[in-house]
């Protein structure tokens, strides 16, 4: 199971951190990634890091703010969202890749364990 954590309302410009923690099957042999979802739309890509956490990728509309981390000892998964902007509001979602020891993948049927979601509310 996954569990996100640390989202919340904030203004544009301030910065939250968002926490992934995995329970029962270790994420440590598997590639991992944030996506998110605004209402009305489709579930995007934001973030991947491999399974080393040698090797991360993000969206062209988070880069530079952004950063994915992980601690495969505590099986956490992080991301740091800096400046954040009007239209980062999303609900967002950690999840663990399908096949081990993977480098990351932007698509979303490439992660098989999902966490519930956390909301994220940047207001103007």
């Known amino acids: 199971q996954l569990q996100a954590s640390g989202g919340g309302l904030v203004q544009a410009g301030d910065s939250l951190r968002l926490s992934c923690t995995a329970s029962?099957?270790?994420?440590?042999?598997?590639?991992m990634a944030w996506f998110r979802q605004a209402p009305g739309k489709e579930r995007e890509f934001v973030a991947v890091?491999?399974?080393?956490?040698?090797?991360?990728n993000y969206a062209d509309s988070v880069k530079g703010r952004f950063t994915i981390s992980r601690d495969n000892a505590k099986d956490m998964l992080w991301l740091q969202m800096n400046r954040l902007k009007f239209e980062d509001t999303a609900v967002y979602y950690c999840a663990v890749a399908r096949a081990r020891y993977g480098s990351g993948s932007p698509s979303n049927s490439d992660y098989e364990y999902w966490g519930q979601g956390t909301q994220v509310t940047v207001s103007s």
């Open positions: 029962g099957r270790t994420s440590r042999y598997y590639g």
């Open positions: 890091i491999s399974w080393t956490g040698g090797i991360t």
